[in-house]
């Protein structure tokens, strides 16, 4: 029996759209009123071969008033549905969503509001498209934390947070598990900022050679930041996810943004997705018929397309790796022998291998030697119309200063790498076609030429 003091859910108000989350490498299904359901129930021990998608049908597209994109597209989330089951009332969930974002307000300097997307005039006559054709800009650098890092892992702290307003929350009051994460980069930083705003304790496993001023800037809010050297024990693979494993398997939450970590950063994710459709959706002809996105782990280009494929376009999108680390090609080209995706994913081991080399790229921050999401990012592909694009690193390079000579965008080379994928793809793409990329991350320091 619930002794729940929130306000109880009217029966008769909108339905939440979202039904659940099944696995797609192995089918199984997970009810949306689960708590904690950060992984398929099957992931047993260290296999993370399945990742629990959100099942849903969101069209038509339609937001409220509000500036904050977690209230306008609320009833999209599966945080919203999550909420609902336990009997949380609409307003209840507006409140809950605004007081943490003005928690995240004063740590940050902004909460979550609808971030700039627009054509880029100059751009697009830089790069020689017709009036009517060009590339849209969505701006994420404001964003809070200053990436697009921070929209996935809001709804894993709404999750945490109402999992403990709700009263389903195992651990004694008062005694909270750490939040864990692998991350040297915006992931690390956006998962301290949040869990700064509810004063919730964090462990930040980064490299041996993590930058020191972002160690820094991670310790001043308060994060418990371990450095990773590789153990004599450790097999082949990344020592920072070994330590967040470790940790995670002796009580840890996982606060990432890698879905078969997490799947609840595949929910708020879709927000910049939504935004963008919503733009779209209202734009008179020729519609945006393309996506590029710069693609590591694969959660944001996943949410995306999801969230813009919700607008009823299917813009054809197209992954963006840089040459230096592509692993997401060979499973695009492996998975095309499968009938669909459900049964790719099955086949993981066959489709998504590590990158066999060290990675690297001006682009630093899409260096995951695994596409983690590459299910999801394969299927929107599929689905769409698009394919992978792995980019020379001089397009890298050309995307970052064509970014900078033409937007007043101060974005970070890894945040115009999605530029580069149309650079490297220009000559068949039409003048008279719209694109759409987003600069998804702010420069925090000089890149090393
Ligand atoms: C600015 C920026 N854009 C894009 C990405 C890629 O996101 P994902 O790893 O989800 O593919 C990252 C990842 O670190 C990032 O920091
Ligand atoms: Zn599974």
Redesign the pocket.
């Known amino acids: 029996m619930s002794h729940s003091p929130l306000p109880r859910a009217n029966p008769r108000a909108t339905p939440p759209i979202v039904r659940g989350l099944r696995c797609a490498a192995c089918g199984e299904f997970v009810g949306v009123d689960a708590a904690l359901s950060w992984r398929c129930p099957n992931a047993r021990g260290d296999d993370r071969h399945h990742v629990l998608l959100i099942e849903s049908d969101v069209a038509p597209l339609r937001r409220t008033k509000h500036a904050n994109p977690f209230i306008a597209f609320r009833r999209y989330l599966a945080w919203d549905a999550f909420v609902h089951a336990h009997g949380m009332d609409e307003t209840t969930r507006d409140a809950l969503i605004s007081e943490l974002d003005a928690r995240i307000a004063t740590v940050a300097g902004t909460g979550f509001v609808f971030t700039p997307f627009a054509r880029a005039d100059a751009l697009s006559t830089a790069l020689g498209f017709s009036e009517s054709g060009g590339v849209w800009v969505k701006d994420e650098t404001h964003n809070v934390a200053g990436?697009?890092?921070s929209r996935h892992l809001f709804t894993e702290l709404l999750h945490l947070v109402a999992v403990e307003r709700l009263g389903l929350a195992p651990w004694p009051i008062g005694n909270r598990p750490p939040l864990a994460i692998a991350s040297c980069?915006?992931?690390a930083f956006a998962a301290s900022t949040l869990a700064r705003a509810v004063d919730w304790n964090i462990q930040v496993f980064v490299p041996e050679w993590a930058d020191e001023q972002l160690v820094t800037r991670l310790r001043t809010l308060g994060a418990d930041v371990q450095h990773c050297p590789r153990k004599s024990s450790d097999p082949a693979g990344d020592p920072c996810v070994f330590r967040f494993r470790e940790s995670v398997a002796a009580g840890a939450v996982p606060f990432g943004?890698q879905g078969p970590e997490n799947a609840w950063c595949l929910d708020g994710g879709r927000t910049i997705g939504w935004e963008m459709a919503y733009v779209a959706e209202h734009m008179e002809p020729p519609l945006i018929a393309r996506l590029f996105v710069?693609?590591?782990?694969?959660?944001?280009?996943a949410c995306l397309a999801e969230g813009f494929h919700a607008g009823g376009t299917r813009a054809a999108l197209h992954a963006v790796q840089a040459e230096g680390c592509a692993p997401l090609s060979r499973a695009w080209n492996e998975s095309t022998s499968f009938a669909t995706m459900s049964a790719a994913a099955a086949h993981w081991d066959a489709c998504m291998q590590p990158w066999p080399d060290k990675p690297t790229s001006f682009a630093d921050?899409?260096l995951?030697d695994e596409t983690y999401d590459w299910v999801s990012v394969c299927r929107a592909m599929r689905t769409s119309g698009g394919h992978p694009v792995v980019a020379p690193e001089q397009r890298v390079r050309e995307a970052y200063e064509l970014a900078h000579r033409t937007t007043t965008i101060d974005v970070?080379p890894?945040?115009a790498a999605g530029l580069a994928g149309l650079l490297t793809m220009r000559d068949r793409v039409g003048d008279d076609e719209r694109v759409a990329v987003v600069f998804?991350?702010i420069r925090r320091e000089t890149p090393k030429p």
């Open positions: 990436s697009q890092k980069g915006n992931a943004v710069q693609t590591g782990g694969g959660a944001f280009a921050g899409i995951d970070s890894t945040g998804s991350g």
